[in-house]
């Protein structure tokens, strides 16, 4: 397998487990956010906000799937976005120190270098030709 091809399926492979995981707080927030230490039992507030932070987790990465898929090169640009985003994640549990969150953090490293992938491969042609779809 090309490593194009393999590091597009790497990528569309992270873009479903984000999708589901947008997918997971969108449809149960106040589960979602007990199972991640951000909500006490007594707590109600800032489900609207999960809510919407599900959607947005849902949509950018059926996005990204969809143009890896159509357009490899719109797809990368579109997915070292959601890498810096699951990096920052991994940095920000990190920096919190919040206890238990060992496997979050590795699984948000892990969803960072899958979807950087296709631009580390895609890179030379995106940067030298630039983005034409």
């Known amino acids: 397998m090309a490593s ?3 590091s597009t399926v790497l990528a569309i492979l992270a873009c479903m487990i ?3 995981m947008g997918g997971y707080l969108l449809a149960s927030p106040d589960g979602a956010m007990k199972r991640i230490g951000l909500l006490r039992e007594s707590e109600t507030a800032g489900l609207a906000q999960a809510r919407a932070v599900g959607g947005a987790l849902v949509a950018a990465h059926a ?4 143009l890896l898929g159509y357009a490899p090169l719109a797809g990368a640009a579109l997915s070292i ?3 810096a985003l699951w990096f920052g994640g991994a940095a920000s549990s990190l920096l919190n120190r919040t206890p238990g969150r060992q496997t979050g953090v590795l699984l948000a490293l892990l ?3 899958s979807l950087a992938s296709p631009f580390w491969s895609y890179g030379k042609i995106l940067l030298t030709r630039g983005l034409m779809v």
């Open 18 to 20: 984000g999708g589901a």
């Open 63 to 66: 996005v990204a799937a969809a």
């Open 4 to 6: 194009h091809t393999l």
């Open 111 to 113: 969803m960072a270098a």
């Open 81 to 83: 976005g959601l890498s």
